[in-house]
């Protein structure tokens, strides 16, 4: 009766604050969970951004500085007017590309020579830019490494600490998830702005090729004309150089005034200089004379490659050399790696005289590597395969080897080669292909044909099977 009188008193409730609640919309706040890591990857991220912006402000102003010369009608423009457009140009890859193939077809007019300036041009800026290209997957690889760094580091903080204290294994956890997160972001940003890059590059660079093509087919037309020389961008033509064509009649007086100055010899005229691709220096020599025929000792005199030629001293393009006592001189010419013919163009620096030029011819190194293709055929036993056996001769930088010898044999299952023969030898062709048709012995059963190049010291072995019936 006594307990009756009081009301059951309620259940005591323990009120306790929430634990705190981390905001993922609060950025910034996400990011500090990654600790001291996520500055590098801000770094690497800020190295990144530079590059490309970098990049893509020289590809936007040359798109610009070239834009009048790609709204010229070369249809309907004279060689004068040409070489005048293409010198009152900014430097740019068009202008650049245009007044070398001008000055080529005034020295060495001819179709296929303006063709291989646009190819070697080409091929020279891609190389350029794929040294773009490596620093931004190697910044996007970095990235990716860094957020595996902090995974690592963050269980390592877990485990090191030997607790099970909910703090420490959150905090470390926080880490190693919030960095690997940052890293990933970091690298998917790179290499999505460096692809995007390099689709705007190749369109600008096709632009420029088809624009330069319409330049050469004009060229051709016009080639029963005289040429214009010394078409550079943004300048005018060279000292000493008379201009020929519908130019002012004044204007040529003038310049047909001028002295020539020096003359520079290069080796024997018509000389072709050949070495092998990734060859050593080879060693150019050329004679500065005035233009008495007497030695130009101590002159400076210019040295440029081509495009994709190569290089000269110190890696460069282009360099300078000081004509000795007895007028001459010598300019080291590294080879590049890939097969071609370039020219190497001689001027004094004062561009005191007219430019000498020679050409240059990289072959093949000497035969490297074999690919076999059409083994593992299969016919009926004694009729003839469908296709040849091939065999791929390259040099050690994957350039066809020419004239290579290829000594095929049928080492057993009786199959032989045309004339019946039982070994034949091959010559590589200009694409480093040496094939030959081969027919299945009688008897059903693997045949195999070996194949030894001259100068290879493996054979490779192609096995083949005739069936019955």
Not at 233 to 258: C, K, M, N, Y
Request: proline residues 8%; aromatic residues 6%; negative net charge.
């Amino acid at each position: 009766m006594f307990l009756d009188a009081f009301p059951a008193s309620e259940p005591a409730v323990t009120t306790q604050a929430p634990p705190s609640v981390f905001v993922l919309g609060d950025f910034w706040g996400l990011v500090q969970q990654a600790g001291p890591l996520r500055w590098p990857i801000f770094l690497v991220l800020g190295a990144g951004l530079i590059l490309v912006f970098a990049k893509l402000y020289e590809l936007v102003r040359d798109g610009a500085v070239s834009r009048p010369l790609f709204q010229v009608d070369l249809a309907s423009c004279d060689l004068s007017r040409i070489v005048g457009e293409v010198s009152g140009q900014d430097e740019s890859m068009l202008a650049n590309l245009q007044s070398t193939m001008l000055n080529v077809f005034q020295t060495r007019p001819g179709e296929g020579m303006l063709h291989d300036e646009i190819h070697n041009f080409v091929s020279f800026q891609q190389d350029q830019f794929g040294v773009f290209r490596r620093r931004m997957e190697f910044l996007s690889d970095t990235a990716g490494a860094l957020g595996l760094m902090g995974t690592v580091w963050g269980m390592f903080t877990v485990f090191f600490q030997g607790t099970s204290e909910q703090d420490v294994i959150l905090r470390g956890m926080g880490i190693a998830l919030i960095t690997t997160l940052l890293g990933l972001v970091v690298s998917i940003i790179l290499n999505f702005s460096s692809t995007e890059l390099s689709t705007f590059f190749e369109k600008r660079l096709e632009q420029v090729s088809r624009k330069s093509d319409e330049l050469r087919f004009r060229l051709m037309e016009l080639a029963p004309a005289p040429a214009l020389v010394g078409a550079t961008p943004g300048g005018h033509p060279p000292a000493g150089v008379p201009l020929v064509g519908e130019a002012d009649p004044d204007s040529v007086i003038a310049a047909r005034s001028r002295p020539r100055g020096y003359r520079i010899a290069i080796g024997q005229p018509g000389r072709l200089v050949a070495a092998q691709a990734g060859a050593g220096p080879v060693s150019v020599g050329f004679e500065l004379t005035t233009e008495n025929g007497e030695p130009a000792p101590g002159v400076r005199v210019r040295a440029s490659l081509s495009a994709g030629g190569g290089s000269l001293r110190d890696g460069l393009q282009e360099t300078s050399v000081e004509s000795g006592p007895d007028g001459c001189g010598v300019v080291e010419w590294h080879p590049p790696l890939q097969v071609g013919r370039h020219s190497l163009e001689l001027v004094t620096e004062s561009e005191n005289g007219p430019p000498a030029a020679v050409d240059l011819a990289v072959t093949p190194g000497p035969p490297h590597q074999v690919e076999p293709s059409g083994g593992h055929q299969a016919a009926p036993a004694g009729a003839r395969l469908a296709h040849p056996l091939v065999v791929r001769v390259t040099d050690a930088h994957g350039n066809p080897a020419v004239g290579v010898a290829v000594d095929f044999a049928a080492q057993s299952g009786g199959g032989h080669f045309p004339g019946r023969e039982g070994a034949l030898r091959q010559e590589t062709s200009r694409d480093g292909l040496a094939s030959i048709p081969f027919t299945l012995g009688a008897e059903p059963g693997p045949n195999v044909v070996s194949a030894r190049v001259e100068g290879v010291a493996d054979r490779v072995a192609f096995t083949l099977f005739g069936t019955a019936g």
